[in-house]
């Protein structure tokens, strides 16, 4: 039930998969929850601005029914997306959404 996706203004991500398989591998470990319940997405070549201008940005959204620590998990996805996609950290925003298990579906019918 962890989601992960991060859209970028970065044309060509060559390495799209590694770095997908690094954050699922860390929103499992942040989560405490199995991986095998872990999606990643990404979106990349998005037109994006960023203090008002056209550098490399990237937007992360972090969903999961609980287990969300905004303090602790975005220093470490800001340095996974700034190590591996060589944006500024401080041109990374990053928002958390806890989800109500009622809210949730997966394999045809909702965790609550």
Not at 32 to 43: A, F, R, S
Not at 65 to 82: D, H, Q, T, W, Y
Request: charged share 25%; net charge neutral; with cysteine.
């Amino acid at each position: 039930m962890p989601l992960i996706s991060v859209r970028t203004s970065l044309t060509d991500v060559k390495n799209s998969k590694e770095i997908l398989k690094a954050l699922s591998e860390e929103l499992a470990k942040s989560t405490g929850k199995p991986e095998q319940y872990v999606m990643t997405l990404m979106q990349n070549d998005l037109p994006m601005t960023f203090g008002g201008n056209n550098d490399p940005c990237c937007y992360l959204e972090i969903k999961s029914i609980g287990s969300l620590k905004p303090n602790e998990m975005a220093e470490v996805f800001s340095k996974i997306i700034s190590d591996m996609m060589k944006i500024p950290i401080n041109r990374i925003y990053i928002s958390f959404e806890d989800v109500e298990p009622s809210r949730w579906g997966f394999n045809g019918k909702t965790f609550g």
